[in-house]
């Protein structure tokens, strides 16, 4: 007698399958929180070098090209970590998120095509030129190359936000049947870059890398001027962050509501985990703080001004904001993890103008580097904006849950099918493992470039003698008697 064959299986156990998207999820926000330490940070820094290098040309004062030499070696060791975690972030969608690319590879091939094209090439080709060729080529030509890596840093934040944002609200697109399973075919290519929160969202993410940049510089160059050290260098650097981050956290204001009115359109749940409105009614609320409570449906210890959302989203204080309550439960996001994360990166963002805001008053009076307790508080800010950025990031992807494409692709439906749990276990722990040891040697090797510092200062070099020409930075720094130039050329060498 035959013995019967067993049955094929065609899907792995539920628990499985569970533990396989949670483990994958994980896994993917552990690569990408790694890697987006540093692209901001590069888009911000190539901004602030153009600028540097820029005044260079103009005024032909040696401290601008000392500065950017400076800041240009540490562009450098940031994009290299950039790209060297970015690859694995990308393999993961063929391994662990196979479902999911098979649904948008046709539009997210002509987005990562065009990122590469555009940007990573253009980036890394002329960065060559940036970091080795000030005695090799003309100041113009290397000007130029370094207009064209901040160009290319800033083309790949467009081509990444454009594929990040076309999962938020899709767009020029259509779906066709593919062995059984439906996936998203590009119909139009330009709907699909500007779909409806493309320009809202890259808006958003170049001014808090802005920001980003402009507390690093300010960061460092508060250091040295707490420790006495490359006076001139770290005074006008100094000033340039400031004015970067005071610009861009006051932009952030009104980017941040237009990025707000945008999600409440398209997005409406999101929206509603972000501020934990579970009912829609007049007047609705904003919470200033608290801790959502599903269960209950409410906020518990939360300090709620009415009428304030509504004012804020309609300009209408009796008009509602749309609530959780007008779809199912399981279309909710987590709405306690996204209220946290949204409501810390305002909190900081708010930080960010009250600081800035502080530090152009004393500049304004002259007395800004006499201010000992603000370059105390520069130094560790830093760490601000990377949480901001991260909280940032997590908000509007948490916020889309439990869609990894709004409204068509659910994420549990989204992994790979043949993988297995103990295989994400271990790339999870390999990749955690491997990420901090690259960290840790960033930090080492970032220490070591700050101790450093830059190349100190001769009297020979200065333009126009122990005097150069004043530029504005100077005009503004002096005002309230203070002098840039009268003690610190002789401290220089320090």
């Known amino acids: 007698m035959d013995r019967a064959a067993p049955p094929i299986a065609t899907e792995p156990p539920a628990m499985d399958s569970d533990l396989v998207v ?14 987006y330490l540093y692209p901001p940070l590069s888009i911000g820094l190539g901004l602030i070098l153009v600028f540097m290098e820029g005044m260079f040309l103009r ?12 800041w240009v070696r540490i562009f450098g060791l940031t994009f290299a970590m950039g790209v060297a975690s970015g690859i694995v972030m990308e393999f993961q969608f063929g391994t662990n998120w196979s479902a999911y690319s098979r649904f948008v590879g046709d539009i997210f091939g002509a987005a990562l095509a065009a990122e590469g094209i555009f940007a990573f090439f253009l980036e890394s080709g002329f960065l060559a030129i940036l970091l080795f060729g000030w005695d090799k080529v003309a100041p113009r030509m290397h000007f130029l190359s370094t207009v064209l890596v901040c160009l290319g840093a800033h083309f790949s934040a467009v081509w990444i936000i454009v594929a990040n944002s076309w999962q938020q609200t899709p767009a020029g697109y259509h779906l066709v049947e593919n062995v059984g399973a439906p996936r998203a075919e590009l119909i139009s290519f330009w709907e699909a870059v500007l779909n409806p929160s493309t320009l809202a969202r890259l808006t958003h993410v170049l001014l808090g890398a802005y920001i980003l940049a402009g507390f690093f510089v300010m960061s460092i160059t508060a250091f040295y001027l707490l420790r006495g050290r490359h006076q001139r260098f770290a005074r006008r650097a100094l000033v340039i962050g400031l004015l970067v981050s005071t ?6 204001l009104v980017v941040g509501d237009w990025s707000a009115r945008v999600v409440a359109r398209h997005q409406p749940l999101k929206l509603a985990a972000f501020d934990a409105i579970y009912n829609t009614e007049p007047r609705t609320p904003m919470f200033l703080f608290g801790f959502p409570d599903d269960e209950r449906q409410t906020v518990r210890y939360g300090l709620r001004i009415p009428g304030l959302m509504s004012l804020l989203l309609h300009l209408d204080t009796e008009k509602p904001v749309t609530g959780l309550d007008s ?7 987590p709405v306690a993890l996204s ?8 909190a900081l963002g708010l930080f960010f103008v009250a600081v800035t805001l502080a530090g152009l008053f004393h500049l ?3 007395t800004l580097f006499q201010q000992r307790w603000y370059l105390k508080l520069l130094v560790p800010a830093v760490v601000l904006p990377y949480i901001a950025n991260q909280v940032g990031w997590g908000a509007a992807e948490v916020g889309r849950q439990p869609w990894i494409v709004y409204g068509l692709l659910r994420t549990r439906d989204a992994v790979s099918p043949a993988v297995k749990p103990y295989e994400v276990w271990v790339s999870l722990v390999l990749f955690t493992a491997i990420y901090l040891a ?4 960033f930090l080492y090797v970032l220490d070591r470039k700050i101790r450093q510092g830059p190349e100190p200062l001769k009297p020979d070099d200065l333009a126009g003698g122990p005097h150069p020409p004043e530029d504005f930075l100077d005009a503004i720094s002096r005002r309230g008697k203070m002098q840039f130039h009268a003690t610190e050329e002789a401290q220089e060498g320090a």
């Open 339 to 346: 209220f946290q994360l949204y409501h810390v990166m305002i």
């Open 438 to 441: 690259l960290f840790f040697v």
């Open 22 to 35: 949670l483990l994958s999820r994980i896994q993917f926000a552990v690569t990408i929180g790694f890697h």
């Open 247 to 252: 610009f861009a956290s006051l932009a952030q």
């Open 327 to 333: 779809r199912p439960r399981d279309e909710w996001p």
């Open 364 to 366: 304004w009076r002259g």
């Open 59 to 70: 005024t032909g004062n040696v401290i601008y090209e000392t500065m950017t030499r400076f």
